[in-house]
């Protein structure tokens, strides 16, 4: 299929999940994850009007910041190891995978050098699964509250993946408890600022993960697709 089609179908999915669940279209924000195409596709879809790119890892995702980094917003998702920081920050707006003090930190220290702040989601590990990164649950509260010190993080949400499940509809736990986890921190005292974002939803549960409150899916496969790349 090609890009206008796979967009304009990704597009009816998500009015659809928005009024289903009386949402509004324009609450919800694509992130095109393109760690699986070219630059060429990348850039394709940058023209398409998805301006947000979300990339998993710097060496792959170097060859289109070059290309794109003017023209779209770039979203760190992948898991970032602290000697990465420096390739990152300052180059990404967004950072959707913090979940250690070490990595604040880095981050910290890598932001005051370049006089910026940036803004953070905490990944929390919903549902347990050994395989994924992130925070437990029970853990984000004493990270935020560590994370007051550093004047250069502004924490601004939640992120998750929910485990891959042939029926999406089984992710909904996972989505709802990042939610009602947002929302029990908005009403703590821990807060100088609510957390507005809600990072969750990927190709085979977004739909989900929309009823369920996400202000930002991260979209690979059914919107830019799959390509053999050798590249970077
Ligand atoms: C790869 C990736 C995605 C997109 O995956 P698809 O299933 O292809 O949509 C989203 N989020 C993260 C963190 C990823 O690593």
Redesign the pocket.
């Known amino acids: 299929m090609a890009l206008e089609s796979r967009l304009r179908d990704v597009e009816n999915r998500l009015e659809q999940a928005c009024s289903r669940s009386g949402r509004r279209r324009e609450d919800v924000r694509i992130i095109a ?1 393109t ?1 699986y195409v070219s630059t060429a596709t990348a850039e394709a879809v940058v023209r398409a009007g998805v301006t947000h790119i ?1 990339e ?1 890892r710097w060496p792959d995702a170097k060859a289109k910041w070059e290309a794109l980094g003017d023209q779209a917003v770039f979203h760190y ?2 898991s970032l190891q602290t000697n990465k920081v420096k390739d990152v920050i300052g180059k990404f707006d967004y950072i959707h995978s913090l979940d250690r003090l070490s990595l604040a930190e880095a981050i910290q220290k890598r932001a005051q050098a370049l006089d910026l702040t940036v803004s953070c989601l905490l990944q929390v590990n919903v549902s347990g699964e050994l395989s994924k990164h992130g925070l437990e649950p029970g853990a984000v509260r004493p990270l935020l509250e560590e994370l007051r010190r550093f004047d250069r993080i502004k924490p601004i949400g939640l992120m998750t ?1 929910a485990p891959y499940e042939s029926e999406s509809e089984e992710t909904r736990p996972v989505f709802r408890a990042l939610r009602q986890l947002r929302d029990e921190l908005n009403a703590s005292s821990v807060l100088d600022e609510p957390l507005t974002e809600l990072s969750m939803g ?3 549960d977004f739909e989900v993960a929309v009823e369920e409150g996400a202000t930002w899916v ?5 919107l830019v697709g799959k390509e053999e790349i050798e590249e970077g």
Request: charged residues 15%; proline residues 0%; positive net charge.
């Open positions: 994850v760690k979300g998993n998702i992948g993946m990927m190709s085979n991260r979209l690979g496969t059914v």
